[in-house]
C-alpha cells in the first residue's frame, strides 16, 4: 500500500490553525466581518451537502459517476468567493464549491454525471466553463483566454483549477510557458489533495508544487487549502496582480482528498486510515466553525439553521435530479460536424435501424 509523501518543509500561508485560532501573516491577510465569515461557512456546507447527495445518488443509480470534492471545501470556496463577476473560470470535474460560488446550480452540475447534456450550463451566464474531463487541457484554454483579454484590454483576470496530478501533464508546463512570456492575466490554482487517483504526490515530484513557478519565471505560493481565510486572502492577490498586468501566478493549496477520486473508486485500496483521521482533525468547515463560536458570531440556533438548509438543498436537489427527462438517444449525432458528414449520416441511420429492431425491450 501506498502512503502519502512526507512534503518538504516549505512555507505555507495560514490564517486559521484547525483549532479555529486566527492568526496574522505579513504578506497575505483579509479583514473579513462577522457577515463575510458567515457566509463562507454557509457556502462550505451547502456544498458539502449536495456533494454527497450527488454521491448518494451515483449509488442508488440515478448518476453515472460523481467525483467528490470531501475536504477541499475551503479551497474551492475561499478561491471562489475571491472573483469578481468579470473574471473567467476553467476547472475539472471536482471544482462544485467553485461553480457555487459563480450560481451553478447542483443540478446542473450533476446533468452532465446522469447523462442527460454535454454540460448543464451556459458559460456565458456564469463566466464558468463546463467540466473538463481531460486532465491539463483546460490550462491552455485558459491562458490563451486570458491572452485574449489583455488583448482586448479587459480589466479581468481567469483562474484554471487543477489537481496535483495535472502539474505531470504536458499541457499544463506548456501553459505555464506561454502564460509566463506573454504576462497573461490567468492564476493557476492547483489543489494538492495528495493523491493522483491512487498515486502519491511522491510520485509526481521531488519538489514542493509550488516552486515549479520560479522555474518558468512568475511567483508560487502554497497555502493551507483546509483554511478558507487563506484560501481567500492569497487568491485576491493572485487576481489583483493578473489583472494589473502583472502576469501568472501558482497557488499550490495543501489539502487532501477525504474521499474516493470518484465513486468509481476504492481508496482504501492505496491509503491508511490513519491517514485519512489525521486530516479529519483538520476538517475546513470544523475550523470555520470554532472561529464564528470563539467570536461569538455563531450561535446553536444559526447552525441548526444552517443544517436545515443544507438537508432542504439536498431534498431539492433529489428531487430535480430525478426529474430530468432522459436524453434523445439520437442526439449524440448532432454537432459532431457543423455541415453535416457522410460518414456520420450513415451511423445515424445504422444506430436508427438498430433501435427500431427493438419492440417492448425484446429484438425482433
Known sequence: MNTAPAQPDAPMVQLLTPEGERVRHPDFDVDLDAGELRGLYRDMVLTRGFDGEATALQRQGELGLWPSLLGQEAAQIGSGRALRGDDYVFSTYREHGVAWCRG???AAMMSQFRGVDHGGWNP????????TIVIGSHTLHATGYAMGMARDGADSAVVSYFGDGATSQGD???????AAVFDAPVVFFCQNNQWAISEPTERQTRVPLYQRAAGFGFPGVRVDGNDVLACLAVTR?????ARAGEGPTLIEAFTYRMGAHTTSDDPTRYRRDEEREEWEAKDPILRLRRHLEALGHADAAWFEQIEAEREALGKRVREEVRAMPDPDTMAMFENVYADGHALVNEERAQFAAYQASFANGEVK
Do not use: K, Q
Request: glycine share 4%; hydrophobic share 40%; no cysteine.
Open 104 to 106: 451553478v446550480s447542483p
Open 124 to 131: 456565458g451566464d456564469t463566466n464558468f466553463h463546463p467540466y
Open 172 to 178: 499544463v508546463n506548456e501553459a505555464f510557458t506561454f
Open 237 to 241: 492577490w493572485a487576481l489583483e496582480r
